[in-house]
């Protein structure tokens, strides 16, 4: 894969690049893209299958946490593969993926950020529950309506919105948003620079998005939007030849092996869809990783910290 200009985000080359390199390797991800298809479609029966037996009055949470761990685990396995062989031209024999040092590396960045961000979420969730209460009682809306009649409070929550309090709510909302999309554009390398330096890297990638961050946003934008519109399209036609319906009026009523195909496709979609962006952050993070000596010093800056 060739080199990105230093500190430049080409928008269009970027793209040109994943594309190529998703054309020419994609036979070798399809057994790992039909593995976390089928684990993505285990997750997904699991998800159904919880909802059914809460309606029922039976508590299967904890089931459908050990399996989403399982898929979020195996999407992690997939997605450092495909890095590995973009950014050191690596390949675990026979699909690609294994279980290693660079897999226990993403794994503990992953929880680490899971940690820091659910805990700094969880403080903004209940401060915008905490307005979506005040907005609920000075509205004068029933808030046992929230679990007697959902549907009922949500549409007066909605109409309560443009009114008092509502648009305050809303802006805070949409602040809460722009401030988790920002994030996480200038988060974009964490995995990227965890395997390229075979350490653990985390704040230390917060400056390489400098200066490019919308730049990297229109890359990834243009570069997945055609996929998500196609896959859109493929899955839309699957659940209806599958399912006789949409999903979401249909899944309850599936079987397990219908479950099972509709999910499996959209996982594999997703998969195949991932190959693009992840070769697409690969070479971005080529071109924007600073000097030897910046990294270190940067590396030793956020260990201070």
């Not at 909605?158 to 994030?183: D, E, K, Y």
């Not at 200066?211 to 946003?217: C, D, Y």
């Not at 099972?260 to 993070?285: M, R």
């Amino acid at each position: 894969m060739s080199e990105v200009p230093a500190g430049k985000v080409p928008i269009l080359e970027s793209i040109g690049v994943a594309y190529k390199y998703l054309a020419a390797n994609w036979q070798r991800w399809i057994p790992a893209c039909i593995l976390l298809g089928g684990v993505s479609a285990w997750y997904q029966m699991q998800s159904v299958r919880t909802a059914i037996d809460a309606s029922n009055g039976v508590n299967s949470g904890f089931t459908a946490f050990g399996v989403f761990c399982i898929f979020m685990l195996t999407s992690i396995v997939v997605g450092v593969g495909i890095y590995r062989h973009v950014i050191r031209d690596e390949y675990n024999p026979p699909i690609g993926i294994g279980f290693g040092i660079d897999e226990i590396r993403v794994l503990g960045v992953t929880l680490s950020l899971v940690l820091i961000f659910g805990i700094v979420g969880g403080f903004l969730a209940i401060l915008l529950v905490a307005a979506a209460s005040i907005l609920v009682a000075s509205s004068g809306l029933d808030p046992e309506l929230a679990s007697t009649n959902p549907d009922l409070f949500m549409e007066q929550f909605a109409a309560a919105l443009g009114t008092g309090n509502g648009p305050i709510l809303l802006v805070i909302a949409l602040l809460f948003l722009c401030g988790l999309i920002f994030v996480s554009v200038r988060l974009t390398f964490v995995t990227a620079a965890t395997i390229s330096e075979k350490r653990m890297m985390v704040f230390q990638t917060w400056s390489f998005a400098k200066g490019n961050f919308w730049r990297i946003v229109a890359s990834l934008l243009l570069a997945i939007f055609p996929m998500v519109l196609v896959g859109g399209i493929i899955i839309g036609v699957t659940n209806l030849l599958i399912l006789g319906g949409a999903a979401k009026d249909k899944l309850h009523e599936a079987s397990l092996a219908q479950l099972f195909a509709v999910g499996s496709i959209e996982g594999f979609i997703n998969a195949v869809i991932s190959i693009v962006s992840i070769s697409l952050i690969a070479y971005l993070y080529k071109g924007l990783r600073p000097s030897d000596e910046e990294l270190e010093a940067l590396s030793k800056k956020a260990s201070e910290s």
